[in-house]
């Protein structure tokens, strides 16, 4: 058995013996705009000082991204909040409740739009969750306002994975290289990957992050867009996971 696999094997069975003790909660909070975000919290360790990482979903699709994955990232010793962004719709049967308010209100939805909700939820689990290490992990389009943010406001988090990142907002006002420019004051820890066919997307934007504690891995496979790599149903979801294992606890677990 490679080692991936008996990794993730053992995640399984982690995950097996706390899932009792784990309360899954939907809350909401408010944006910067006073629009109410819905979220879901996978809290599993009571310590307040419990890594907590905050998972922002991809294009089209709701919190539902990570009803498989936020279980996992519990038996690896970290605590979770799963936002519902206002640019998606749906996945996993969990509607976007975010963005359904969003256009009842008559609110935009572009991706640039859901950077506020972003924050607002960074910064709510900081004040709510998190006495220690606050992670922000984005997928698609999340994934580049991740680092985004991060470039421009430092102090919002202490890591940041980010799932098939890319200067994908030129088509909302952005200029060609935003994500890349942000990205350039970026010194916390770092973690990117995609889809193999992917990496030209970010590879200027991962040059440019001069943290040293930066990690890029692509598969030896074809891969997978966005968070989705982690799921069960990819035959190459332990490498993805055995690389997300090993920057997670050499950063916020010694």
């Given at each position: 058995m490679k080692y991936s696999q008996f990794l993730l094997f053992t995640i399984t069975l982690t995950v097996l013996a706390i899932s009792q003790a784990t309360a899954q909660k939907t809350i909401t909070f408010p944006s910067q705009d006073s629009l109410l975000i819905t979220a879901d919290t996978y809290i599993a360790h009571t310590d307040k000082k419990t890594p907590l990482i905050v998972l922002f979903h991809?294009?089209?699709?709701?919190?539902?991204?990570?009803?498989?994955?936020?279980?996992?990232?519990?038996?690896?010793?970290?605590?979770?909040?799963?936002?519902?962004?206002r640019s998606g719709k749906g996945v996993n049967d969990v509607r976007n409740e975010t963005a359904q308010r969003a256009e009842k209100a008559g609110k935009s939805t572009t991706y640039p739009d859901a950077r506020q909700d972003m924050i607002a939820a960074l910064k709510y689990a900081r004040r709510h969750y998190a006495d220690d290490k606050l992670i922000a992990w984005g997928s698609s389009y999340s994934a580049a306002l991740v680092l985004q943010i991060l470039g421009s406001q430092p102090d919002l988090a202490d890591g940041a994975l980010s799932f098939s990142?890319?200067?994908?907002?030129?088509?909302?006002?952005?200029?060609?290289?935003?994500?890349?420019?942000?990205a350039r004051h970026i010194k916390i820890p770092v973690f990117i990957t995609s889809a193999k066919r992917e990496s030209d997307s970010w590879s200027a934007i991962f040059a440019a992050i001069p943290s040293k504690n930066k990690t890029a891995h692509l598969p030896s496979t074809g891969g997978n867009h966005g968070s989705r790599a982690l799921w069960e149903k990819f035959d190459d979801n332990a490498d993805y996971w055995e690389a997300v294992t090993t920057f997670l606890k050499t950063n916020f677990l010694n």
């Open positions: 991809q294009a089209g699709w709701s919190r539902g991204e990570y009803r498989e994955i936020a279980p996992k990232l519990n038996a690896l010793g970290f605590n979770c909040i799963a936002v519902d962004q990142p890319g200067e994908y907002f030129s088509r909302f006002g952005k200029s060609n290289t935003w994500v890349r420019d942000a």
